[in-house]
């Protein structure tokens, strides 16, 4: 097991990433009183999988404090036919990286980590949006969150295709199962996790119950992308925003939409107003005492967004987090 430290720059609090993520649906995620969050999911190489255990420092003056990961680095996959049978994870490939194997680098899983954390961006300017009355309320309300992302663009965009068309209860489940079938299981802090499937496992499975032959296609397209770079992390939020969304709705069963959940929450890109989520828009409109009309106008829409440069997708978060929870005490 590895151990790596991630220093916050800016506001930060891990209790709060675990509570967004029991509440996110596609995460699936069960949270425990120690508040560690557990983790497991494919690693960015396409290959490997990664187990970690992540840990806050308590800070006295209400600094964030320092995150304190351990984690191990898993290779080879699980056996198993993937026509539809289970797999058996116990028996997969050689196990744990052992130290010095070049498979897999700590730096690369660091990065990989901070991204899914919303770590590997400065936020130390954050508070400043607080000039922004409906800003400040955002932060005074979910202090410390920061925009819990999939575990790379490859999940998001498994996870747009998996839920194109279903509720997204159902979708989540056929997800879970795919990864309790065909994952590796990994034990971390005392629990059994299952992370989801790599491209090249995911590329041969040939039936999944509650999917169209359809989106198994596109599932397979998307493993292909994957391993082929497309999906790459790094190369997307270097693009030009325009650029990276066009490039990714060139993949199948990827719509506007679902491109923009891949950047935003899959790459991790910090600062995009997403054109094409009208929940967001309707929350935006509310929040700033605007005409129910005025959500449908984009342009204004973003235009209001432009003030929250350059974290709009860290905005665009809280606005949907609080939506969702005044939803659910409306029902």
Same mark, same amino acid.
């Given at each position: 097991m590895t151990a790596v430290s991630l220093t916050p720059a800016g506001p930060f609090s891990l209790a709060a990433s675990v509570r967004f993520l029991e509440g996110f649906?596609?995460?699936?995620?069960?949270?425990?009183?120690?508040?560690? *969050?557990? *983790?497991?999911?494919?690693?960015?190489?396409? !290959?490997?999988?990664?187990?970690? &255990?992540?840990?806050? =420092? =308590?800070?006295?003056?209400?600094?964030?404090?320092t995150v304190r990961v351990e984690f191990t680095v898993h290779t080879g996959e699980p056996d198993g036919d993937l026509d539809g049978s289970p797999a058996d994870p116990a028996s997969a490939g050689p196990g744990p990286v052992s130290p010095g194997e070049p498979s897999r680098s700590e730096d690369a899983v660091r990065a990989q980590l901070a991204r899914i954390l919303s770590?590997?961006? +400065?936020?130390? #300017?954050?508070?400043? /949006?607080a000039a922004d009355p409906v800003a400040a309320g955002l932060m005074a309300e979910f202090p410390g969150l920061r925009p819990v992302c999939f575990h790379s663009p490859y999940?998001?965009?498994?996870?747009?295709?998996?839920?194109?068309?279903?509720?997204?209860?159902?979708? &989540? &489940?056929?997800?879970?199962? $795919?990864? =309790?079938?065909? #994952?590796?299981?990994?034990?971390?802090?005392?629990?059994?996790?299952?992370?989801?499937?790599?491209?090249?496992? $995911?590329?041969?499975?040939?039936?999944?119950? #509650?999917?169209? =032959?359809?989106?198994?296609?596109? $599932? !397979?397209? /998307?493993?292909?992308?994957? +391993?082929?770079?497309?999906? +790459?992390?790094?190369? /997307?939020r270097a693009l030009p925003v325009d650029d990276a969304l066009a490039a990714l709705r060139t993949l199948p069963g990827i719509g506007p939409f679902s491109a923009e959940l891949i950047l935003i929450r899959g790459a991790g890109h910090p600062d995009v107003f997403p054109r094409h989520e009208p929940r967001l828009h309707a929350a935006l409109a509310t929040a700033y005492g605007l005409d129910e009309t005025v959500s449908g106008d984009i342009s204004r829409l973003a235009g209001i967004a432009d003030g929250w440069r350059p974290y709009r997708s860290w905005v665009g978060l809280l606005l949907r987090v609080r939506a969702e929870l005044m939803g659910r005490h409306a029902s």
């Open positions: 649906t596609p995460a699936n995620y069960s949270g425990t009183a120690d508040e560690v *969050l557990r *983790l497991a999911f494919p690693a960015d190489d396409g !290959h490997a999988t990664v187990a970690a &255990a992540v840990r806050q =420092e =308590e800070m006295a003056d209400g600094e964030a404090g770590l590997d961006v +400065d936020g130390s #300017g954050f508070p400043e /949006l999940e998001a965009a498994v996870w747009a295709v998996i839920g194109h068309r279903i509720r997204m209860t159902q979708a &989540a &489940a056929i997800k879970a199962r $795919l990864a =309790e079938r065909y #994952g590796r299981r990994v034990q971390i802090a005392g629990r059994t996790l299952h992370a989801f499937p790599t491209p090249p496992v $995911l590329r041969a499975i040939t039936r999944v119950p #509650g999917l169209t =032959e359809v989106k198994i296609e596109r $599932l !397979h397209a /998307l493993a292909e992308a994957a +391993d082929a770079g497309e999906l +790459d992390a790094a190369r /997307l």
